[in-house]
């Protein structure tokens, strides 16, 4: 069977949110006992991994990107579209739009020190509507 449910929230620019929570709701209350479960953002300028979801990591993570794919350099995107976010695809295209975890007894199989994180990436505050698709028996 498959369920689907959505997360719906406000971002800010910059924004590293941990929806562990919200994950491992949606697999409760699709009633599935075991299988996986999709997250998905549909859109090019978000992303989903997971990493330990503490200040300090989310701090590195910033800068990090900030170091590999920096804001103020030139990218054909911006010079075409004029909306500065070239490393917002960038870094969105990189780490990745999904994930998927396992489930078993209605509980995400994930490590002890690791959450699911959602990652705003644009150059601007955003509407998300991130979609967990829940797959089992
Ligand atoms: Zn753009």
């Given at each position: 069977m ?7 929230f406000?971002?800010f620019?910059?924004e590293v ?7 491992q709701?949606?697999?409760k209350?699709s009633g599935?006992c075991a ?5 998905f ?5 978000g992303?989903?991994t997971?990493?330990?979801?503490e ?10 990107l900030?170091r590999?794919?920096p804001?103020r ?5 911006n010079?075409?579209?004029?909306d500065g976010?070239?490393h917002?695809h960038?870094r ?9 975890v396992?489930?078993l ?8 020190w690791?959450?699911i994180?959602?990652?705003?990436l644009?150059n601007?505050h955003r ?7 829940v797959?089992?028996?």
């Amino acid at each position: 069977m498959i369920v689907t449910r959505y997360l719906e929230f406000e971002t800010f620019i910059g924004e590293v949110r941990d929806i562990t929570d919200d994950v491992q709701e949606a697999v409760k209350s699709s009633g599935l006992c075991a299988g996986t479960a999709t997250i998905f953002v549909p859109g090019a300028t978000g992303a989903v991994t997971t990493m330990e979801y503490e200040d300090g990591l989310v701090k590195d993570l910033g800068e990090a990107l900030e170091r590999l794919i920096p804001q103020r350099i030139d990218y054909a995107h911006n010079q075409r579209w004029h909306d500065g976010n070239g490393h917002s695809h960038i870094r969105a295209a990189l780490i990745g739009p999904s994930l998927t975890v396992p489930f078993l007894n209605q509980s995400l199989s994930l490590g002890t020190w690791q959450q699911i994180i959602f990652l705003e990436l644009d150059n601007r505050h955003r509407r998300r509507r991130i979609i967990v698709q829940v797959m089992g028996e």
